[in-house]
């Protein structure tokens, strides 16, 4: 009884933004003394990126970045794993049966989307699939390639950072309706991350343990070929865009997007969410998705009233498709993300390239013992919780 009441009032902990977090450096040695607006972390990290000199600089300001150049590195890791790590789509995903998608008496954009809907889950094997799978493990591994920042001023253009690129690995446990559970280490650092079908948290060593702001909404990793169902479920409300050409193939382009309120839910602080979109691009050959973008717009309002927009994008291709127990699961993919940092006024702006790759190892549907109690979120919530409360 005891835990049911400390988890009623478990949204009043300090939000999640997946898309927008960066690295603490301060708290490597200070864990959980104190939280910081992840707005106030990234932040602080351009603040750091500026004062690094460029690559194409003397030998004389390339030995002072040498000095600091572990301190850049795993700072480049950290926003890298911020952005990258645990990131989630921009809905939730629909509880509607996905087997009775409605094609008539509707928009054409969206008829003509759940007809390419049904087309995925049929090229999928999903549609013979009459008993669906209860949970799945999934484990692989990663490459995470660092940080690539360009800063231009309006007169000149200068670039920073180097592409060296960190090995790791990832666990993932998924159970339905809406849980899941995963565990990446890149670098000597771990992400965990999870959902107990109500609640998204996730941990880091130098922000704690935060919980998700908005509607529960999954995973992005497992909507990028790990589970059709999931997937085509996200796409219930999409609309088709029209079509367009991706490497060798030729895509039908499928668009969802969050609604106002739900955005405005997610507001944290100065920072205020505009649009959060995903783009998911569908072969007309294959009927596979094999290409996923989606961009997240914020406007965060500085304490001098200037005003500075971050639009973050991550494209994904997503490949190898793998026949497990009847049932197709991507086993491969690439990920690319840039977050682009602009003003109303300034001509000044930013631009950071990031980049992952990721490949399958094992994939096992209805692992046996797995159950609701292997997502229960962390005690660190609930601390966190009656701290804010006890609080002045």
Known sequence: MGSRARRKQIWCVQPLTPLMEGPDFSMQNQEGSKKESSWEVIREWFRVQKSVPGTGSNNFSMSVYGNNISLAKRQDLRLLLGVLGCPLAPIPISNNPISYLQIKNIPIETSAANYIIQQYLAATGCSKQHNCAKNMYTSGVVKMIRCETEISTGKSVRTLGSRSGENGCFVLWQMSPGMWSLELAVGGNKVLAGSDGKIV????????????????????????????????????????????????????????????????????????????????????????????????????????????????????????????????????????????????????????????????????????????????????????????????
């Open 201 to 392: 948290w996730r941990h880091t060593p130098w922000l704690g343990t935060h919980a998700a702001k908005g509607p529960q909404r999954p995973l992005r990793r497992i909507i990028q070929g790990l589970d059709p169902r999931s997937t085509a479920r996200l796409f219930v409300k999409a609309q088709c865009l029209g079509e367009k050409r991706i490497g060798e193939d030729d895509c039908f382009v499928l668009k969802v997007a969050a609604d106002r309120a739900a955005v405005v839910e997610r507001n944290e602080g100065p920072a205020e969410v505009i649009r959060h979109v995903l783009y998911g691009y569908f072969s007309q050959k294959s009927g596979l998705l094999i290409y996923m973008e989606d961009s997240h717009l914020t406007r965060v309002q500085s304490p001098d009233n200037d005003t500075v927009y971050w639009e973050t994008t991550i494209g994904s291709t997503i490949g190898d498709y793998v026949d497990v127990d009847g049932v197709l699961i991507a086993h491969q993919g690439r990920t690319i993300a840039t977050v682009f940092r602009f003003g109303e006024t300034s001509i000044q702006h930013s631009r950071t390239r990031m980049e992952e790759e990721w490949r399958i190892h094992d994939v096992v549907f209805n692992v046996p013992g797995l159950s609701m109690d292997s997502f229960i979120p962390p005690a660190d919530i609930f601390d966190a919780e009656n701290a804010n409360t006890i609080s002045p």
